[in-house]
């Protein structure tokens, strides 16, 4: 455990880092989060949201009201620090820890020694190692007996943040463990799972293994709905047949894969191990294949509409009921339609956003619909996001348009 635990400073207050911090102070921890953006700091001091999640308004309004929990744009002083920030990949599907780097130069001019440091990015085998040896670089003072660090990697479900967050067990990688048990006794002001304590480096790759075991999955019902669509056959059908089965369980296919986990985390066990990862590779390969294939039943379609057809593409965002876009099939699906198809309008619908992506602005041929405009204009409907809203689409509403449904909500 550190020396003392009076403050706590959370680098990152996007979609992981702001819910740790929120619950953290709501449970009593004198908190300060930490983010570059001046936007979301006096979003979050103002008790304000930047994005959608159930349930975390009303605990962040309570935590900045009791005033356990403030945000800034500089790195704070504090005597344990969580690291939440962005790991994407680079064009090669490396990782890329500059995010990480940038968090822990920040951290390495605030420390006196005894602190604790914690990883939560979502990151590949090794990389906690990495932090720490660049926090011990930058300060030749301390040595490695001087600080505390470990990985311990979300395990969350956008739009049940608030909930999984306290209820999921916790696995907990120390590069000691005595940084392992100070990592536990932090979490344990509000997790109510159980801590599973493990090394560094087995703990970023759990996370990896979790969400490459749901690629893989997800991959073979994306194959199967290809193969059924040439075949005749409802792949829905064909799944929930196959799933009465004891020991089969397939889910549901989909346009892709998005969102910053399992669209991004396989990418890393493969850098990690090229010449082994064959099935991952696979996978992650067959995933983002699907919206292409997705994008030439809409052209068809299209085409066969006639001159000047409009498109409605039902969700942007890379899953339901959220407005996150990150490494969203849907919105690649939408910005490489407005650039193959510049003759036809293209009428959004995501009703969890107020304003069209950057990718998709300067499209003269998009614009962001209401679910009831869109639908009484298009020729061509294509469901992508299984939103709520989308689910209570009548027959009626749909008209005489083609149908396109990813999700086999319409069935």
Request: aromatic share 4%; with cysteine; charged share 20%.
């Amino acid at each position: 455990m550190p020396r003392k635990l009076s403050t706590v400073g959370v680098i990152g207050l996007g979609y992981i880092g702001l819910p740790t911090a929120a619950i953290l102070a709501d449970h009593g921890v004198r908190t300060i989060g930490m983010d570059v953006s001046e936007r979301n700091v006096a979003a979050v001091n103002n008790g304000e949201v930047p994005f959608v999640e159930p349930g975390l308004r009303e605990v962040l309004e309570r935590a900045v009201n009791s005033g356990t929990l403030t945000a800034s744009t500089e790195t704070p002083v504090a005597d344990a620090y969580i690291v939440a920030v962005p790991t994407p990949f680079t064009e090669t599907h490396a990782a890329d820890l500059s995010y990480i780097e940038a968090a822990a130069d920040g951290i390495a001019a605030k420390l006196t020694g005894g602190e604790l440091i914690i990883l939560e990015s979502t990151s590949p085998p090794g990389a906690t190692e990495h932090m720490a040896a660049r926090i011990l670089a930058a300060r030749p003072d301390l040595t490695a007996e001087d600080i505390l660090v470990a990985h311990c990697p979300e395990r969350v479900l956008p739009g049940k943040i608030m909930e999984e967050m306290i209820t999921n067990d916790r696995i907990i990688g120390g590069l000691t463990r005595e940084a392992a048990e100070a990592a536990r006794d932090l979490y344990s002001a509000f997790c109510k799972g159980e801590f599973l304590l493990t090394d560094a480096k087995t703990a970023e790759m759990a996370k990896l293994t979790e969400n490459s075991f749901r690629d893989v999955n997800i991959a073979f019902a994306n194959e199967l709905s290809v193969i059924s669509h040439k075949l005749g056959i409802d792949v829905w059908e064909l799944i929930e047949l196959a799933n009465h089965h004891p020991r089969v369980n397939i889910l549901q296919p989909g346009p892709g894969v998005g969102g910053h986990c399992i669209a991004v985390d396989p990418w890393f066990i493969v850098d990690a191990a090229p010449e082994q990862a064959n099935l991952i590779r696979t996978a992650r390969q067959t995933n983002d294949a699907k919206p292409e294939w997705v994008l030439g039943r809409i052209e068809q379609a299209l085409e066969a509409a006639g001159e000047n057809p409009s498109v409605a593409l039902l969700g942007l965002a890379f899953k339901a009921n959220i407005d996150d876009l990150r490494e969203s099939p849907s919105l690649q699906i939408a910005e490489t339609l407005a650039q193959r198809a510049p003759g036809a309008e293209i009428l959004a619908v995501e009703p969890n956003i107020e304003q069209l992506p950057a990718v998709l602005e300067n499209s003269a041929n998009v614009t962001l619909t209401s679910v009831e405009d869109a639908l009484e204009a298009a020729d061509v409907v294509v469901l992508l996001v299984d939103h709520a809203a989308f689910k209570a689409i009548t027959t009626a509403q749909l008209g005489t348009a083609t149908v396109i449904d990813t999700r086999g909500i319409w069935r």
